[in-house]
């Protein structure tokens, strides 16, 4: 799916006048505080029902406001020239309204209220490439197991509840552990639990870094890099496999107690990056770890789009990260993924240094006071 139209209400200082996108490539410039990342903000809350640059929703509500929304419009984007007859079953309507007194969030498809955000989320994959992605690298496992549970929600259907259920049982578990007086037979009825879900959540993590490390190994083998060699992915699940996880908890009772907290288990998980047995973190130059992230991004396009699905790129404020070597390869590659693409720079962008072959169907718009004009 590629996001068309995009109309937002009391959204940072975004007009609410609605917005039609290119399914291919989307450039936008313009100064420093113009809107540029709102757009991008915005288009992130369809697909991932929160922004990418702060955590509260408050932020991003319009100041003196009470209630934000963002409505977009979605549709499936066919090779070649465009059907005749364009189904109106084929387009999506997509809704995230909240209100900030209330604490509320009102989430739409197609008319009808859902329930969850995985609703909106299966509609539209949305991957952000800014500068705090980088982290996925270069900071904690956190960051690198959000990296990969991105992939196995798109690619396992089942993957959004299991993860659910295992946080609800997670935190009983913690309770228990934290409570004054262990009880050991509670605590027992949540590791049996908490391990049935977590062999289930390890099984798809591990199918889909399978995939991950295929695509990975594919994109490897066509770009020359004097490090490709000597690196090693490897995923860990959260706790020594040669053991069952039963076992784990029970041989670290006393510790998880003193902690009062689950330290092992799929809430560990990481994807372990290492060059020649370090981990890449120590080892690459801050270049090399940014050619890195950018490979995984893209393995991870590769994998989306091996099942069909299109991704939608938010390629916010790259241009002092990446050089215009890498920035010409991510868009390379992206457009023959055929993902749709937004890119916002402060110059007015020049798309014949942006490819290095075809340029690609492209839009350009000029962002001033949260108003896009296209060129
Ligand atoms: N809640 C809000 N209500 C109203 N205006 C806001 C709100 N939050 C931010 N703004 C303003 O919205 C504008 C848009 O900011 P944004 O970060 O989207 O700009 P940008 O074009 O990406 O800038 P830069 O190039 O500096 O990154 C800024 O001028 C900011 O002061």
Known sequence: ??????????????????????????????????????????????????????????????????????????????????????????????????????????????????????????????????????????????????????????????FASLWQQCQRVTSQRNQTLR?????????????????????????????????????????LDEIETPWVDGLKMDFYPGWDRKLSLLEVLASHRDQEVRMGHTLYGPNRADLRLRYQGRPVAETFSRGQQKTLVILMKIAQGMVLANLGKQVTFLLDDINAELDAEHRAMLAQKLYELRCQVFVTSIERPQPELLWRDTIPDFRMFHVEHGRLSEE
């Open 179 to 219: 409570n004054g007086r262990l009880d050991e037979h509670l605590l027992r009825v949540w590791d049996g639990q908490f391990a049935l879900l977590a062999e289930r959540i390890t099984e798809a993590r591990q199918s889909v870094v399978a995939l991950f490390q295929q695509a990975f190994q594919s994109l």
């Open 1 to 158: 799916m590629a996001l068309l139209k995009l109309q937002t209400d009391q959204f940072r200082n975004l007009s609410a006048d609605p917005v039609t996108f290119s399914p291919s490539f989307n450039l936008l410039y313009g100064e420093n505080g113009s809107g540029k990342s709102s757009v991008l903000e915005a288009i992130g809350y369809l697909g991932l029902g929160r922004s990418f640059r702060i955590s509260r929703h408050q932020a991003v509500c319009r100041h003196g406001q009470n209630r934000f929304t963002v409505f977009g419009v979605v549709q499936p984007v066919v090779d070649g020239p465009a059907p005749e007859h364009s189904h109106a079953g084929d387009h999506h309507r997509l809704g995230f309204a909240r209100n900030i007194q209330d604490k509320e969030t009102l989430l739409r498809v197609d008319g009808e209220t859902v329930r969850g955000l995985s609703a909106l989320a299966r509609l539209l994959p949305v991957s952000v490439i800014d500068p705090g992605v980088f982290e996925i690298v270069a900071g904690g496992p956190g960051q690198r197991r959000q990296f990969l549970d991105w992939s196995v929600f798109h690619v396992e259907p089942s």
